[in-house]
């Protein structure tokens, strides 16, 4: 494929992928609370919280598949009367009304079980070995002997507040969670309604909205996904009937209250903006490849014409010309070592001997120490000489390993340590191509690291939308440059003075092979040189087709050197040899309280 068609290709999926970054970042940063029903949720929370501390929530739980109880679990310590030592909040449990024929039950803070109503020793010893199981500390809730079927469930239980107030000369500050990120299910709809309160704020983090009412202010919203906070921040006149668990002295409540408003508005509004960032930060990705592609990617005009019809004379190896000129740049293929063998029986290192239908491969020993080798030549010979024998017939060899374990492992690691390129391929790659690469990686590292920063804060602020759009960024991201990054590096990049008349050339000369130029009025000029032709042309990947031009000539050598490669081209490239080698190159929203509700 040409560059200017790799160019296309590879600006055309990263626009689609940055474009799609950007539709799923810009939505999730606007509707921040998303998440699914599951098999169990609540489809109606009702709550009121009076001026004396006094907390009745109404859960309407839905089972989509049988469960052995319903809970309403806190963060905060819960008990039966006694106050925890230490503990600056607790919440004591008033009542638990639950469905016909259920038990409910309160495990305090200290994991005590204590049933309120009768039960047999059964119902409390199943009860007790599934609060072990569990582990639950500071939960209320009702326990079905027979289990619940799918439907819907209520539950009402009732609490008295004890929470820590922060209280300046005219109000004090309660600051309430009652529902804490990733400790309850989806809820429907929620209301809640606060009673001799001066001022309701609900935390920037949560869904929903405010009404004030006669002497009451109304908390209500649809939709609460398990990652989100429910957190309201209510003002009462000091000196109301609410029990404090502790007080702290503050200079203004209003003031403080609005500070923590404002802050947690500045971190949702950062969240939503990270995570915009990192969409546009992907989406910009075509125009980041453009612009690399203008500056440093697009060759000048070569200063002389090329040469078609012969190999060209630029001074590479085939192995070498197949690491620079086919495929990607500074990848080798399996071509490479068909090639290099061809080429070496060429110089007449390689013996190539037709016997009976079978080509014979040999060594020439003395035309080996007269040839000096390159790394990648000496391992070719080195896999040559596994083989074995002093004439082998490949055919016969592959047989013999698919016999003999041991000899497939060496060959197969031998053929594999061929495909890695060595110090000296990676020195040519370099000389040859300056990439450009680095210059993706800005934008894709501020993109990730925007998408970080969204997710981490998502989670901190209990916003499940951005959160997981924060994740879902991170991957599109990377995803929106891979194709720039996986792009031959010539496309991003350049060639270095002398290279790209070179690159040239073996574009004309693989032109020339395609167009079959190849008859006998081409040919005539190569009379003698087919192992040469064959080398670069299995080097470029055009092998077996120059090889059935040859047979068509009718010339005698050149069909004993179609034979002869496609007999090597058989029993090494399509793996008989080489093996199976490459062919081309979440925390609560803060808050006195939390928890929330569920069902096991």
């Given at each position: 494929m040409g560059e200017k068609r790799l160019l296309a290709v590879t600006l055309t999926l990263s626009l689609f992928l940055g474009l799609a970054t950007l539709a799923v970042a810009v939505y999730l940063s606007e509707n921040p609370h998303q998440g699914s029903r599951?098999?169990?949720?609540?489809?109606?929370?009702?709550?009121?919280?009076?001026?004396?501390?006094?907390?009745?929530?109404?859960?309407?739980?839905?089972?989509?598949?049988?469960?052995?109880m319903i809970y309403r679990s806190w963060d905060t310590p819960l008990t039966r009367g006694d106050r925890p030592l230490g503990s600056e909040g607790y919440i004591e449990v008033v009542g638990v009304a639950c469905p016909p024929g259920t038990v409910p039950y309160v495990v305090d803070y200290r994991g005590e079980l204590e049933l309120l109503l009768p039960a047999s020793?059964?119902?409390?010893?199943?009860?007790e070995r599934i609060i072990e199981k569990y582990g639950v500390r500071s939960e209320a809730g009702c326990y079905a002997p027979q289990g619940l079927g799918p439907?819907?469930?209520?539950?009402?239980?009732?609490?008295?507040?004890?929470?820590?107030?922060?209280?300046?000369?005219d109000a004090c500050l309660l600051?309430?969670?009652?529902?804490?990120?990733g400790r309850h299910v989806y809820y429907d709809e929620f209301s809640v309604a606060v009673s001799g309160a001066q001022m309701v704020y609900l935390h920037p983090a949560s869904p929903g909205r405010v009404e004030a009412g006669h002497g009451s202010w109304l908390v209500e919203g649809k939709g609460l996904p398990s990652k989100s906070v429910l957190r309201i921040l209510a003002l009462y006149p000091r000196g109301t009937g609410m029990p404090a668990g502790s007080v702290e002295e503050v200079e203004d409540a209003f003031a403080l209250a609005r500070s923590m408003v404002e802050d947690a508005w500045y971190r949702v509004s950062l969240a939503k903006t990270m995570l915009v960032g990192?969409?546009?930060?992907?989406a910009a990705a075509p125009l980041v490849g453009v612009g690399v592609y203008l500056a440093r990617g697009r060759e000048g005009k070569p200063r002389y014409p090329v040469p078609q019809g012969v190999p060209p004379d630029t001074g590479e190896k085939p192995?070498?010309?197949?690491?620079?000129y086919h495929g990607q740049v500074g990848s080798l293929s399996t071509d490479a070592v068909v090639a290099t063998i061809l080429d070496l029986a060429d110089s007449g290192v390689v013996k190539l001997r037709e016997s009976s239908g079978r080509v014979l491969l040999s060594l020439d020993e003395e035309a080996l120490k007269g040839r000096k080798l390159d790394g990648f030549e000496a391992a070719v010979v080195e896999l040559l000489r596994t083989l074995g024998g002093e004439e082998v017939d490949l055919k016969e060899v592959g047989e013999r390993v698919k016999r003999d374990p041991e000899l497939k492992a060496r060959i197969k690691s031998l053929a594999l340590k061929l495909m890695v390129p060595g110090k000296e391929a990676e020195r040519l790659a370099r000389e040859a191509v300056e990439s450009s690469r680095l210059f993706f990686a800005a934008p894709l590292i501020a993109s990730i690291l925007m998408a970080v920063a969204a997710a981490v804060l998502g989670h901190q602020l209990g916003l499940q939308g951005i959160m997981g759009g924060g994740v879902i960024a991170l991957l599109l991201s990377a995803l929106t440059y891979a194709p720039l990054l996986a792009a031959p590096v010539y496309v991003y990049g350049r060639w270095r003075p002398g290279y790209l008349e070179k690159y040239l050339a073996w574009r004309r000369f693989l032109g020339w092979l395609d167009e079959m130029g190849v008859g006998r009025a081409g040919l005539s000029r190569l009379a003698g040189g087919w192992y040469k032709l064959l080398a670069y042309a299995a080097a470029l990947g055009r092998g077996e087709k120059v090889a059935r031009v040859l047979e068509d000539t009718g010339i005698r050598e050149a069909v004993a050197a179609a034979i002869a490669y496609s007999y090597i081209h058989t029993h090494y490239h399509r793996n008989r040899l080489g093996g199976a080698v490459p062919s081309g190159g979440g925390g609560g929203g803060g808050g006195f309280g939390g928890g929330g509700a569920g069902a096991r």
């Open positions: 599951g098999e169990v949720y609540i489809s109606r929370y009702e709550a009121s919280l009076d001026s004396d501390g006094v907390l009745r929530e109404k859960y309407t739980y839905v089972l989509g598949e049988r469960k052995q020793p059964e119902v409390r010893g199943d009860v439907g819907a469930y209520v539950a009402v239980y009732t609490f008295q507040l004890h929470p820590p107030l922060r209280c300046g000369p600051d309430l969670s009652l529902a804490a990120a990192a969409g546009l930060a992907a192995w070498q010309v197949n690491l620079l």
